[in-house]
């Protein structure tokens, strides 16, 4: 068995603010970041798309191993 991800655990990466149910977007690192932490540490609107890309793959991820 790989890493699984529980929904109670999952919490953003900085304040560890559950996010089930919450909107969350993940970084370069893969790791979720609530709202508020996000735009506090990323500023660069650029990156938004390839921000979006990543939420894609990660929620797929996610997804796929919480159905198991
Ligand atoms: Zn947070």
């Known amino acids: 068995m790989g890493k699984a991800y529980h929904p109670e655990c999952f919490t953003c990466a900085v304040c ?3 996010l089930q149910g919450e ?3 993940v970084d370069q690192n893969n ?3 609530c709202v508020a932490d996000y735009h506090r540490n990323v500023v660069a609107l650029s990156l938004s798309r390839l921000m ?3 939420v894609s793959h990660w929620m ?3 997804c796929a191993r919480s159905a198991t």
Do not use: N, V
Request: net charge positive; no cysteine; glycine share 0%.
């Open 52 to 54: 979006t890309l990543a």
């Open 31 to 33: 790791l979720p970041h």
């Open 23 to 25: 909107p969350f977007i």
């Open 16 to 18: 560890h603010r559950p």
């Open 60 to 62: 797929a991820m996610f």
